[in-house]
Structures are given as C-alpha cells and as structure tokens.
C-alpha cells in the first residue's frame, strides 16, 4: 500500500530530519521503537545535481525503515524540480520533503531553508515546481516565519499549490532554538489548511506529546533532539507511560545501532559515526566519563563493545 499523508492513522510520530544525526541505522531504530514516518538528513539539491556520490550516500535507506521521506533543499526551482525527479526514480521513498525552515547560517545565507520564508513567492515556485515534477507525497517544513509569525497566507498558497502536508516547528528563524516554542500559533496554522498539519519543537517527554498535542491540536508530532540518547521517547508516548530502561537494555539498544552503523559505513567510519551517539545515551551512566573517554579514542569495534559491556 503506498504512502499517504491523509491515510495514516492520527497522532502520527515522525523522527525529524537532522544533519549528521538521521542516518539509516538510527532511523532504523527509531522505527523499532514506534516512530511512524522517518525523514532523512538534509539533502541538498545541488550536491545531486552536480553528482555528489556522497549526497547519494546519504539517501540509501533499508526497507523497514519505510515509510521514509527524503527532505531536500534548495533555491532554484528548476534545480530542486530535477533533483526531485532523480530522487523517485533512483531512490524511491515514500515522499519528498522541502526544508524552508533550516536556520543554519550556512544554509539560509545562500537563500535555502528559513531564508525562504524571506521570500514567498520565490518559495511557492520552488513548491510548485515540486509538485509538477514527482507524484509522491510531497510535504514542506517550516518555521513561523523569519522574525515574526507571518505564514497565515503562505500555508494557504501551499495548500492550494497540491503540498499534501506541514511541519511547523513554533520559532521564527530568528529565535533558532532559544525561546519557549509558540504552540499556539501551530493551532492558529491547523485551523486555516486541511492538509496534515505536523507539530514541532521541544518535545521531549510524555508531557510534551501530550501538551502540544491539547494546545495545537495537531495530526502529528515530529520528534528531533528529543530523541537523542532517547529513541525510546517514541514507545513512550505510543503507551503512554514513562518507559526507564535499565542501564543494561540501553547498552543493547547502544550495540543494535553501532552493529547496524558498521554494516552501512565498515568499521572505521561507523566507529567515528557513532561516537557522538556514545555521548548522547551514556548521559546519566556510572562510569559514563570513563566510557565515553575511551570509546572516543578506539577504532576497534571489539574494543567498543568490551567497553561498553564491561560491568
């Protein structure tokens, strides 16, 4: 059954398409945990139009992983609309995402991501063209605008250009990650558009599904750091309850993704890919300094997993 954005089942769990964090292997992952949609890092228009192997590389995903979005970003309609064209058919997600709400300075510098929302109408040719150019679902996530809140006719245009849903994470650009998120004005968005309205920013706990959930009445949530040294937040909103893995099942669920982080880069570069993951879920751990002092250093993956099973 293909994927749609209006047939799934609501609230809907996404895992947020993070720069050098969303790979397969931690995708997979968090599908394992009850994550209903994944989304890839950041993939840049021009790095497929100009042949960059590793732009490819970063596409690959495994089947269970579906249903995977593919999220994209550019500033020339023409170019976006070709390196759509080339992701249907050589890569073959479930849809295509465009980021208008990246606020990386080396991203919305060169007019990509939030820098978008400076610009509407150069944005809704971009998601024209897009639409013209794949027939897969195709979805857009934004911010609340540059400095203020001034997407209310936007969503509107985008909904009419055929977009089948929104990410809105409740910032501006301008705020980046600072600043309590605006949730409100994500239920201010849901009321003027049909189209899945997804919620993002700051969720991080049970309490945060269900907060941003009775505040903006959203179809979906999408997940980012949240999720970090946490993928388990997925199962523990699905059932509702706090979900406390003992040091013991964290250090599985460490060794899954690095068995599966080596089997798509090899041991070399899985190690390195890997150890910011070391990091993130030895937070709170005895002996956590020391672990994660040592699984900096090695390049052994024997090594890594003596160290991490050591008791």
Same mark, same amino acid.
């Given at each position: ?141 934004? *911010? ?8 209310? #006719?936007? $969503?509107?245009? %985008?909904?009419?250009?055929? @977009?089948? /849903? ?63 040294? *946490? ?8 059932? #509702?309850? $706090?979900?406390? %893995?003992?040091?013991?099942? @964290?250090? /599985? ?59």
């Amino acid at each position: 059954m293909k994927f749609s954005w209006d047939k799934i089942q609501t609230p809907f769990y996404c895992l947020a398409p993070m720069a050098g964090v969303s790979n397969s292997s931690f995708r997979l992952i968090c599908r394992s945990f009850g994550a209903d949609v994944v989304f890839s890092e950041m993939i840049s228009a021009d790095g497929i139009i100009y042949g960059s192997q590793k732009t490819i590389e970063l596409m690959k995903f495994r089947p269970e992983e579906r249903p995977y979005i593919v999220q994209i970003f550019g500033n020339e309609p023409i170019k976006m609309a070709e390196a759509i064209k080339f992701i249907e058919k050589n890569i073959e997600p479930d849809g295509i995402d465009i980021n208008m709400g990246c606020p990386a300075k080396k991203v919305s510098s060169h007019g990509r991501g939030a820098a978008l929302l400076k610009d509407f109408e150069q944005a809704k040719k971009i998601a024209s063209t897009a639409r013209r150019a794949s027939k897969l679902p195709l979805s857009v996530k934004m *911010r609340l605008g540059w400095e203020e809140f001034e997407i209310h #006719e936007f $969503v509107k245009d %985008l909904e009419k250009i055929g @977009i089948d /849903a929104l990410t809105i994470h409740a910032r501006t650009k301008v705020q980046g990650f600072k600043g309590n998120p605006a949730w409100k004005a994500i239920r201010d968005v849901k009321r003027l558009v049909q189209v899945p309205v997804i919620g993002n920013g700051d969720v991080t706990s049970l309490e945060d599904d269900k907060k941003i959930r009775e505040v903006t009445n959203c179809d979906g949530v999408m997940i980012g750091r949240g999720a970090l040294g *946490r993928p388990w937040l997925f199962r523990e909103i699905k059932e #509702e309850k $706090v979900v406390n %893995l003992s040091q013991d099942e @964290i250090i /599985a669920v460490i060794v899954r993704q690095l068995e599966l982080t080596i089997q798509e880069y090899g041991s070399r570069k899985g190690l390195l890919e890997m150890r910011k993951f070391f990091s993130w879920y030895l937070k709170g751990f005895k002996r956590a300094k020391e672990m994660r002092n040592k699984l900096m250093q090695t390049n052994s993956i024997y090594e890594a997993l003596n160290i991490l099973q050591k008791k």
